[in-house]
């Protein structure tokens, strides 16, 4: 469609000009120094993913672990590359991959507008709103963490390619097209779950409506366009599949599960919650309203509630009364892509209960379309001054000018490189005592790595039965082999965590730490050398074998530990050992058994390797002579699993006692 005239006073495009530099300037301030007093270590990932490719050499690192079923395909790190490939892997380099992040999502913007057939100053006006940020959240989620940047912007060049092939004829529509299926290539590559929901079905939504809404059929090259889409969704969906044969990715948030009623309640609060946070819209407790904040809030909280409840249900009835097939088919993309998601976030497990906002971030590509259609809307088709098209101007103006407060960090001085003063302060200090390598909880240990740029490399824990444990969540396995450092390691935990770690029994498998420290409110357990040197399970390539000794605490039905063995004695029939639930990568292995068996007979049990609570067998063998042997399990891995057990069951015909367990990975 052709852009519609708008009679704009002469200053008002200079003006909106001025607004969007202002807003871009507190925008690249906000991501190159303020960020960094905001960093976390889901934001650092993209700077270790980065590390992990250059030091691999693979874009896609067989060991690193992915989460959610999730690849990285063409997404922060790969902002991050051109800068980690040349200066210390730190903030900077974050700062770089996400303006690049940024421009795409602004692109992106861009495009959308302009396939809505947006004026040049309803597009300006659009850019303005985005750059303003909203809020503290919106920030994070657009440009600071940026990850639901680049997937809105992938959804925004998803619909602009394929408006633009519709609206093309010859080369220019299989141009179009191509690029159209490319986006959706990437989109099905990285996540196919996510790709239906988000892209696909919107997409198909957004191609029927118009044609159902006419009633016409679509024509050839529409057929043929959308069979050139299904291919690219199809090709996305191999990749995904090859891709996976040779990498790691847990299951995490696809395994959705329906929750009960009190839950679904629990989640439109939170839902709710998370909205009113993504306009700023939340009143600090206790704040009092007749001061300049709790004015400045409640003016928030009114465009926020209006905006969403009010407003954006005028705006789409309105483009849906103007008959054109680009608003309706945008309000389809929309639309649908926000029932979908708000449906899952309300009914089920999707909707994150550990954070205040209720994992609003997946609502923002259909609200942040809503939000462009709008602004055309109210900037191109004003009509007669009514109280709604005044509260929507209103309303848009308000975010328009909401950077101040978006991009607004505490404690954040104006062009302060550095990092923040306490994370400075406890850098300084592993610094001071030569302590370059270790491991701490997963909030703290990838941030201090990327603020640090480096020169402290703290590896992600977990506090399993008191004992550090790999936390295999946007991580590399690499991380925890005894190769990966030589020399002094520490543990970095901070007093809340103390109550939940047994330095005795680390202690047992590692040595006594050399030295306590303490800094502020963390304590710094330091030894002689590299944990992963001595913890079981932490090496999952298992290159060096990991001896299992029995004992009380093996997991068993029958038997009773005796020194350093377990031992079933004639007649006592059943497990005599299962677990321990081994990590393993893919691959071949050898699972050794240190038996002793006496009595008659040639049925005393069997071994074997399983997985699934005991319902995918690996390998197994029988024990079908007496005296002390050494049973060799061989078994094949096609992915990596967390639950393997090494098991050894006695069928009650004589003594059977289990010396060791042995581990390795196969010889080729």
């Known amino acids: 469609m052709k852009s519609p005239r708008t009679t704009a006073a002469p200053w008002a495009l ?76 730190g903030m900077a380099v974050h700062a770089g991959g996400c303006l690049l992040a940024s421009a795409v999502v602004l ?15 309803a597009r300006t006006v659009t850019l303005v709103i985005a750059t303003a940020g909203w809020s503290a959240t919106m920030t994070e989620t657009l440009y600071g963490q940026a990850a639901y940047g680049l997937l809105y912007a992938m959804g925004a060049y998803l619909f602009a390619f394929t408006v633009a092939a519709g609206n093309s004829g010859g080369t220019r529509r299989w141009r179009y097209a191509a690029a159209a299926g490319f986006v959706l290539l990437l989109a099905f590559w990285g996540n196919p779950q996510r790709a239906v929901v988000q892209y696909a079905v919107p997409l198909l939504a957004a191609a029927l409506l118009p044609s159902l809404r006419a009633r016409r059929r679509p024509g050839r090259d529409a057929w043929k366009t959308g069979l050139a889409l299904l291919a690219f969704a199809a ?27 009190p839950g679904m309640i629990d989640n439109a609060g939170r839902t709710l919650r998370g909205l009113l946070m993504l306009f700023d819209a939340v009143p600090r407790v206790g704040s009092v309203p007749t001061t300049a904040y709790g004015i400045g809030v409640a003016a928030r909280l009114v465009g926020a509630l209006a905006l969403t409840f009010v407003i954006l249900p005028w705006a789409i009835r309105r483009a849906w009364n103007t008959r054109e097939p680009v608003l309706a088919a945008l309000l389809a993309f ?19 209960p550990n954070i205040p906002d209720g994992s609003i971030r997946y609502l923002v590509l259909p609200l942040l379309c809503l939000v462009v259609m709008t602004t055309g809307l109210v900037v191109d088709r004003p009509g007669p001054a009514r109280p709604i098209l005044v509260l929507a101007a209103g309303t848009l103006v308000l975010l328009a000018c909401s950077a101040p407060v978006a991009y607004s960090v505490p404690d954040a001085k104006l062009f302060a490189v550095g990092v923040p003063a306490r994370t400075d302060a406890l850098l300084a200090f592993l610094r001071q005592h030569r302590l370059e390598y270790g491991y701490a909880t997963f909030w703290n240990a990838s941030r201090f790595t990327v603020l640090s740029s480096g020169a402290v490399r703290i590896r992600q824990v977990d506090l399993v ?25 520490f543990l970095l935990l901070d007093e809340s965590e103390l109550p939940a770690f047994q330095p005795d029994a680390l202690a047992r498998l590692v040595g006594a730490p050399e030295a306590e420290l303490r800094f502020e409110n963390w304590r710094i357990f330091v030894y002689p050398h590299n944990l992963a040197r001595d913890m079981p399970g932490w090496d999952i390539s298992y290159r060096r074998p990991l001896a299992i000794t029995p004992g009380a605490g093996t997991a068993r039905l029958i038997g009773q530990a005796v020194d350093a063995t377990l031992v079933a004695r004639q007649g ?97």
């Open 465 to 489: 039965k008191g004992l550090p444990m790999p936390k295999r969540h946007l991580s590399s396995d690499r991380w925890y082999r005894p190769e990966a450092w030589q020399g002094r390691s």
């Open 235 to 261: 090709a996305g969906i191999a990749l995904h599949q090859f891709t996976l044969a040779t990498t790691t990715a847990t299951t995490g948030l696809t395994q959705v599960r329906y929750l009960d009623l």
């Open 14 to 89: 200079p003006l909106l000009r001025v607004v969007l530099l202002c807003n871009l300037a507190l925008l690249v301030w906000y991501v190159c120094f303020g960020y960094r007093h905001l960093l976390h270590s889901d934001a650092a990932a993209m700077n270790l993913l980065a590390q992990e490719i250059l030091e691999t050499g693979k874009y896609f690192p067989s060991e690193w672990n992915y989460v959610n079923k999730d690849l990285w395909v063409l997404f922060l790190q790969t902002m991050a590359l051109p800068f980690a490939a040349f200066l210390p892997n």
């Open 334 to 352: 929309s639309l649908s892509a926000l029932a979908i998601t708000l449906f899952l976030m309300l009914t089920s497990s999707l909707s994150d």
């Open 572 to 668: 006592e029939a059943g497990m005599l050992a299962f677990g321990p639930w081994l990590t393993v990568q893919r691959g071949s292995y050898v699972a050794t058994f240190d038996l002793d068996t006496a009595g008659a007979g040639n049925d005393f049990g069997g071994v074997d390797v399983v997985s699934g609570q005991g319902t995918v067998t690996h390998g197994a063998a029988s024990i079908g002579r007496a005296g002390r042997q050494q049973i060799a399990v061989p078994f094949t891995l096609d992915r990596v699993l967390g639950d393997v057990e090494l098991r050894v069951r006695s069928t009650g015909q004589g003594r059977l006692t289990l010396h060791r367990i042995t581990l390795q990975k196969a010889r080729p």
């Open 107 to 121: 692109h992106a913007t861009w495009m959308l507008s302009g396939a809505l057939g947006q004026s040049r100053l």
